[in-house]
């Protein structure tokens, strides 16, 4: 994920946002021509306020493949450069630890100097090869959750269960298009137009999701699955940074009886929350240059709201399959 001014040439000429295709996209796997599944190979590289990024950082924790995959971590904040970049400025010396780079462009022209799209997270390095290997952000979850078996944790959950996969695929597509994109489509349209279609297509589709959610506990029904993981992604940003900063302002999460009691849940669940950095996801949607308003007076100030502390309080969301455990565990 990337934003603002660096989304430049993704602006359609009805001003509408589309968003660039990923690149890097050959699967993990035991074929020929596949990424090979090997621990200690890899290394995933996210920021903490990218949502895409999140839910594969969610997801390693989850299945416990981060003794398997090492992690990097950039800034919330953009460098100040003429291009869009991440930066590993959390790091000493300003370097990625392991790979040895400043600005996340980097290891994508080394990759491939010619390349000239985004650098986006998340991104799997090749550490051998010192070469981004994959940043198919769509995909990335379901290679950790099949695939990458074998690395799994004991008595680690099915979060994308074969009886369920059609379902699951059908969801991802229906949330990525209205809900995880949608709230881009109306931060960076660039006509009343387009920002008015996507408004209507992300509240219609949250006001679906709430009436589904009033009646099963998780999106699948009883256990936490892929679909949920993508859409607390966006839900966890909706009202520190999308309200406002997107103008998606019809209602708050909050204001959703059934989402807001659903986003707890899954808040409160090992994976989810203690992966969900608020302040770094409030600096970079609020005081980023490229997304912060050129307004002098006010860009460089933090809004201290909203109040997130009830995050965690109890959701009462148990009685909807009378279990207390959340994950199916294969």
Not at 35 to 54: I, Q, T
Not at 246 to 258: A, E, G, L, M, S
Request: glycine share 6%; with cysteine; hydrophobic share 35%.
């Amino acid at each position: 994920m990337s934003s603002g001014s660096g989304t430049s040439g993704e602006i359609k000429a009805d001003g509408s946002f589309n968003r660039q295709v990923n690149k890097f996209t050959v699967p993990f796997g035991t074929l020929p021509g596949e990424l090979p599944v090997e621990a200690g190979r890899y290394r995933l590289l996210w920021s903490a306020v990218c949502p895409w990024a999140h839910r594969s950082v969610i997801v390693r924790r989850i299945l416990g493949l981060e003794d398997s995959i090492s992690l990097g971590t950039a800034s919330p904040m953009r460098p100040n450069l003429p291009r869009v970049d991440w930066e590993f400025s959390l790091d000493e010396d300003g370097v990625d630890p392991i790979l040895g780079i400043r600005y996340m462009s980097e290891i994508y022209k080394q990759t491939d100097p010619e390349y000239s799209g985004r650098p986006t997270v998340p991104v799997i390095v090749d550490v051998k090869e010192n070469k981004v290997v994959n940043n198919d952000y769509f995909k990335l979850t379901n290679y950790f959750e099949t695939v990458w078996a074998p690395f799994h944790k004991e008595n680690a959950p099915d979060l994308y269960p074969e009886n369920l996969r059609d379902e699951i695929d059908h969801l991802n597509d229906v949330i990525f298009h209205d809900v995880n994109n949608g709230v881009y489509k109306c931060g960076f349209a660039r006509s009343q137009e387009s920002y008015e279609e996507a408004y209507d297509a992300l509240f219609a589709r949250l006001d679906e999701l709430e009436q589904r959610l009033s009646e099963k506990r998780f999106l699948a029904g009883d256990f936490i699955t892929d679909s949920d993981v993508r859409l607390y992604a966006t839900l966890i940003r909706f009202d520190a940074a999308y309200y406002a900063a997107f103008k998606t302002n019809r209602n708050r999460i909050v204001d959703f009886p059934n989402l807001w009691g659903y986003l707890r849940d899954l808040y409160q669940t090992p994976g989810f929350g203690d992966t969900t950095d608020f302040h770094a996801i409030k600096v970079h949607y609020h005081l980023s240059n490229h997304i912060a308003s050129d307004d002098h007076k006010s860009k460089n100030i933090l809004p201290k709201g909203p109040d997130l502390s009830g995050l965690h309080t109890a959701h009462n969301r148990e009685g909807l399959n009378g279990m207390k455990h959340k994950f199916l565990i294969k």
